[in-house]
């Protein structure tokens, strides 16, 4: 007696469809599991013996064999459990196996005979939609985030019991559960631009920072606004769409973020992480590979406070993510790929005590400031696109204006970072970027368009600061982005200008030949 149902393996935030083979044949009684299989995946061998045994199934003692296929990918985690369950009915003739050819299972089996939550639903659900299959059955937990997935039909069960009643009847088109909306609900007024005073050349390096995709670096003395500033710019960022919302959930999903009571993600991540965080936990990883902290703010902004506070070595393992936007993961069962598209936002204080250049309060050697300031590198510091200081604000910039009063709100910056995208869109359409950030060097001269006196001044700037041409491409990528948010079709000698004042920062403080 032979059957096969279908479950799904997850490989960092992708589905595999995997066959799940039983055989029941005369011999020596016995249940073995075979397929690469990790340890809590043999471990179903006992859950799903004993709780189809106390849900009131019997068999005669036979040699019960299964098999998930293909032997050659790894399977772990504990959602194989129901796959495994109805083969093994299925095989003893409870249900036609045709019947159940066109049907994904998924969950753990509890030793009472009752379904319990897995993590990553929703990449398994996708990979049955994927591969044409028409139900997908979950724990009752899970419904709402596999129903997520539009185009298949979802199925919520308690228990075996449930699940077999409708499989012998075949009536499980009536147990489809009907998802909610995955509309976007625009939760955004906790946190405005318009509550932050002064700032307003930080304000506006983070407009750039958001319409271009650019890394942002902020220095200053503690309590300037910095961390309220960082937590602003999500809000000015575009909603998103339901691609990205499936792709930034799919992350969540295998990381065992998601709740019956938040499903899916509907805003731009903000992750800030504690400076003490290891580098497993900022890029990812692990015995079982999980997404880390930088696939976490994936599609949104991944805020690194107090940056010289983290050790340089953690700081060092952003540099590939950054340049190539995702994480590759290597085990000896394989290799794992994270999605890393994010925007990183740091802030930092200029010394320990955080008031260097002022003297009056600063009691800092020059020693003490240049290396704390140096446990950020080089080329992790060339990363970031724009590099401004926020300063100690006067008394008057506290007192509250009238409505209207000039400042620019949340609302207002997002429609013209909404502008400046649709701008990057229609421009790079056809290329495998979409943001000036990622422009390669062997199209900045296609999309970096210079009149004469930007090219003239651009050239007096890279002659008289000696920039490398590291940072030579930085500012033409960071002037594009102004001359969009200007509506320019080629960069002016004031875009150009502007970009150079976001580099100033960095001679100042880190005392180097560059710009």
Known sequence: MYSVSYCAAVRGIDGCLVQVEADVSNGLPGFSLVGFLSSEVKEARERVQIGLK????????????????????????????????????????????????DIMFIGELGLEGKLKEVHGILPRVYTAYENHLKFCVVPKGNVEEANIVEGIQVVGILDLKELVWLLEREELSKAVVKGKTTETVKSRASFDFRDV?????????????????????MIGPPGSGKTMIAKRIPGILPTLGFREQMEISKIYSVAGLLSEESPYITE??????????????????????????????????????????????????????????????SRIDGNYRYPAECQLVAATNPCRCGF?????????????????????????????????????????EFQKKDAGGGEEDSAYMRERV?????????????????????????????????????????????????????????LLKVARTVA???????????????????????????GREEV
Request: aromatic share 10%.
């Open 356 to 396: 260097y250049p002022d003297r009056r309060k600063c009691m800092c050697t020059d020693r003490q400031v240049r290396n704390y300031l140096d446990k950020i590198s080089r080329p992790m510091l060339d990363r970031m696109d724009l590099c401004v200081e926020t300063r100690v604000l006067a008394y008057h």
């Open 484 to 510: 969009d948010l200007g509506k320019s079709e080629q960069i002016e000698k004031e875009h150009i200008a502007e970009a150079v004042c976001y580099r100033m920062i960095d001679k100042k403080y880190w």
């Open 197 to 217: 005073y002064g700032q307003e050349f930080v304000k506006r390096a983070a407009l750039v920072a958001a319409a271009g995709r650019h890394n942002l670096l």
């Open 54 to 101: 106390n849900a009131g199934f019997h068999f005669p003692p036979k040699r019960i064999t299964i098999n998930l296929s293909p032997a050659d990918i790894r399977k772990g985690g504990t959602g194989y459990d129901l796959a495994i369950a109805v083969s093994v009915l299925c095989a003893f003739g409870y249900f036609s196996n045709d019947y159940i050819q």
């Open 418 to 474: 909404e502008e400046v995208h649709h701008i990057q869109k229609k421009r790079y359409e056809g290329e495998r970027f979409s943001w000036n950030s990622e422009l390669p060097s062997s199209k900045i001269d296609t999309y970096c368009m210079r009149s004469s006196q930007a090219e003239e001044y651009l050239q007096m700037i890279y002659e008289t600061m000696e920039i490398s041409a590291r940072v030579y491409h930085k």
């Open 268 to 329: 731009r991540p903000f992750r800030a992480p504690h400076h003490t965080i290891t580098r497993q936990a900022l890029i990812g990883g692990g015995h079982m590979p999980k997404p880390g902290e930088v696939s976490l703010s994936s599609g949104g902004v991944l805020f690194l406070d107090e940056l010289a506070e983290f050790s340089r070595q953690t700081i060092e393992v952003l540099r590939q993510p950054l340049e190539e936007g995702f994480v590759n993961i």
